[in-house]
């Protein structure tokens, strides 16, 4: 299996960090833009999409309204995904940052896939 590498990906939000970040680190807010159906249940987050078996990430890194790291319970421990908020010191725009692991040829698959995550949840922040 070829070695995964970390990648990022940044977004200009119009939204105030604290509102950002309950869209990031809590069910109610992730099932509004990211899965079908989020449940936490003793720091484990389930994910399901489309019906299917869930998907389970623990918090493994959290700071409130800066950063979540979450890590995926079936892969490697070192790997995650997380969302940093940022805040442009010219401008004093919000940037959220989304980092993530894949294989290198995947990257750009990812990257499209995550866009558009990123675009229902300024859909769903009215950004």
Known sequence: ?????????????????????????TPAGLQEWFADLVDQREGVFSFTWGGGKPEK???????ENVSIRYSWLHEDPKE???????TAEVSNQTILTVSAF????????ES???EHQVKELFHRLGS
């Not at 990430?57 to 700071?63: D, G, P, R």
């Open 1 to 25: 299996m070829a070695k995964r590498q970390l990648y990022s990906i940044e977004f200009p939000v119009r939204c105030s960090p604290n509102i950002l970040y309950s869209f990031l680190a």
């Open 57 to 63: 990430a623990k918090v493994v890194a959290a700071e």
């Open 80 to 86: 995650y995904f997380e969302f940093k908020i940022d």
């Open 102 to 109: 894949a294989e290198k040829n995947d990257i750009k698959d």
């Open 112 to 114: 499209m896939m995550w």
